[in-house]
């Protein structure tokens, strides 16, 4: 009896974990590397950058000097800009400006019609470019800047490969999703524009005072997304609610932990900063007096 009721539990959890995905695969991407099978490959290389992030490339880096990366950090920075400003045009084209986003039906898995195909081809290029993304985090490591290794930078570079790869597995069509990478891809232009600058040091650092103003995007992607989806829990038809409520979840989550960091990066350091102007105001006038 307890082995029936063990293997029904196995065979529950494998259908959830791997065979729903066969199943439920969109059959134009179907076939595409990483996407071809179920999550076990996506998983295991998360695993291998945890792995590295955590472990390997601290103890690697233990005895060794931060490494001097500015050139291949300066090229790699410039790319992913020109790459997300080439999504950001194509998607906005493709979402016919906004119009699409009021299309609330879930898209024909089986139009393989040659603009369609186009069009999920580089949805599948921007998902690759979010494994890309990943290289922002072994920078950090070869130079030593752990303390940019936060929660939150660690979970948003694993989730979005994972959720991204659930998109392209079963929606790649999706309106919501189109919405999301349109709003992502701007945001990511302006952050890897920020990265890139911030590489030429600290003569041009002192004129990158627009930072936070990056975490504000982000933060306003999030509201934007989340109202979205809102909408979309009323007027959706036909999407899978376990991929639709996987999404969902994520947008006050990330604006929680964006707000919290911005919180902490900013507001306290302007507290800071002007109880510091306060006091050294208070000692001034107090030099006058006496």
Same mark, same amino acid.
């Given at each position: 009896?307890?082995?029936?009721?063990?293997?029904?539990?196995?065979?529950?959890?494998?259908?959830?974990?791997?065979?729903?995905?066969?199943?439920?695969?969109?059959?134009?991407?179907?076939? =595409?590397? *990483?996407?071809?099978?179920?999550?076990?490959?996506? !998983?295991? /290389?998360?695993? $291998?950058? &945890?792995?590295?992030?955590? %472990?390997?490339?601290?103890?690697?880096?233990?005895?060794?000097?931060? =490494?001097? *990366?500015?050139?291949?950090?300066?090229?790699?920075? !410039?790319? /992913?800009?020109? $790459?997300? &400003?080439?999504?950001?045009? %194509?998607?906005?084209?493709?979402?016919?400006?906004?119009?699409?986003?009021?299309?609330?039906?879930?898209?024909?898995?089986?139009?393989?019609?040659?603009?369609?195909?186009?069009?999920?081809?580089?949805?599948? %290029?921007?998902?690759?470019?979010?494994?890309?993304?990943?290289?922002?985090?072994?920078?950090?490591?070869?130079?030593?800047?752990?303390?940019?290794?936060?929660?939150?930078?660690?979970?948003?570079?694993?989730?979005?490969?994972?959720?991204?790869?659930?998109?392209?597995?079963?929606?790649?069509?999706?309106?919501?999703?189109?919405?999301?990478?349109?709003?992502?891809?701007?945001?990511?232009?302006?952050?890897?524009?920020?990265?890139?600058?911030?590489?030429?040091?600290?003569?041009?650092?002192?004129?990158?005072?627009?930072?936070?103003?990056?975490?504000?995007?982000?933060?306003?992607?999030?509201?934007?997304?989340?109202?979205?989806?809102?909408?979309?829990?009323?007027?959706?038809?036909?999407?899978?609610?376990?991929?639709?409520?996987?999404?969902?979840?994520?947008?006050?989550?990330?604006?929680?932990?964006?707000?919290?960091?911005?919180?902490?990066?900013?507001?306290?350091?302007?507290?800071?900063?002007?109880?510091?102007?306060?006091?050294?105001?208070?000692?001034?006038?107090?030099?006058?007096?006496?």
């Amino acid at each position: 009896m307890a082995i029936m009721i063990i293997k029904r539990i196995w065979n529950g959890f494998w259908y959830c974990f791997h065979d729903y995905w066969i199943e439920a695969a969109d059959p134009r991407t179907k076939n =595409f590397p *990483l996407i071809e099978s179920g999550p076990e490959p996506v !998983i295991f /290389m998360l695993l $291998i950058y &945890l792995l590295f992030v955590k %472990f390997i490339g601290p103890w690697f880096m233990h005895n060794r000097q931060p =490494f001097i *990366l500015r050139i291949p950090m300066l090229i790699y920075n !410039i790319s /992913m800009v020109v $790459i997300n &400003l080439f999504l950001f045009l %194509f998607i906005l084209s493709r979402m016919d400006y906004g119009r699409r986003l009021l299309i609330f039906k879930f898209p024909d898995p089986n139009d393989f019609s040659p603009d369609i195909l186009h069009e999920i081809r580089i949805g599948y %290029f921007c998902y690759l470019t979010r494994w890309a993304d990943l290289l922002d985090t072994v920078f950090f490591v070869l130079r030593k800047k752990y303390q940019q290794i936060t929660f939150l930078h660690l979970y948003h570079h694993t989730l979005v490969p994972l959720i991204g790869w659930m998109t392209v597995k079963i929606s790649p069509q999706a309106p919501v999703v189109g919405l999301f990478l349109l709003l992502n891809t701007f945001i990511h232009s302006i952050m890897y524009l920020y990265y890139a600058l911030a590489a030429f040091g600290p003569g041009i650092q002192k004129y990158l005072w627009w930072k936070k103003y990056i975490t504000q995007l982000q933060l306003t992607q999030f509201v934007i997304c989340g109202l979205y989806s809102i909408v979309m829990l009323f007027l959706q038809e036909g999407f899978p609610p376990g991929l639709f409520w996987i999404g969902f979840a994520q947008n006050p989550f990330f604006f929680y932990m964006f707000y919290d960091f911005y919180q902490k990066s900013y507001r306290k350091k302007q507290q800071q900063q002007q109880k510091q102007f306060e006091l050294s105001t208070t000692a001034l006038k107090h030099e006058k007096i006496h």
